[in-house]
Nanobody, 122 residues
Framework: QVQLVESGGGLVQAGGSLRLSCAASGSISSVFSMGWYRQFPGKQRELVASIISGILSGDRTNYADSVKGRFTISRDNAKNTPSLQMNSLKPEDTAVYYC????????????WGQGTQVTVSS
């Protein structure tokens, strides 16, 4: 029902920056987690960064080791979707990036975007 659409991808030189955004066609509330994933050709989709709502604690973020210190995930409060600031981009970051929002812990109510291509040249 809710459609997610990523934007901000494109072609950038190594060392450059991009900011990915995620637009939702409908209202989203009571989010359990949100994040960004990426998929390389011939590989499974993998987690890049996420924000997880704490049950007995506050929200927490986590990152793939390969992007720590370079990428920053944040919540777009108006849309209740994630944004991803990508700095110091490397050619190996080239992939299709997907926005994800989960409404429950098991992901039974989740939304995904169609993906946006990020290409880093050297």
């Amino acid at each position: 029902q809710v459609q997610l659409v990523e934007s901000g991808g494109g072609l950038v030189q190594a060392g450059g920056s991009l900011r990915l955004s995620c637009a939702a066609s409908g209202s989203i509330s009571s989010v359990f987690s949100m994040g960004w994933y990426r998929q390389f050709p011939g590989k499974q989709r993998e987690l890049v960064a996420s924000i997880i709502s704490g049950i007995l604690s506050g929200d927490r973020t986590n990152y793939a080791d390969s992007v720590k210190g370079r990428f920053t995930i944040s919540r777009d409060n108006a849309k209740n979707t994630p944004s991803l600031q990508m700095n110091s981009l490397k050619p190996e970051d080239t992939a299709v990036y997907y926005c994800n929002v989960n409404l429950d812990r098991l992901g039974r109510r989740s939304y995904w975007g169609q993906g946006t291509q990020v290409t880093v040249s050297s």
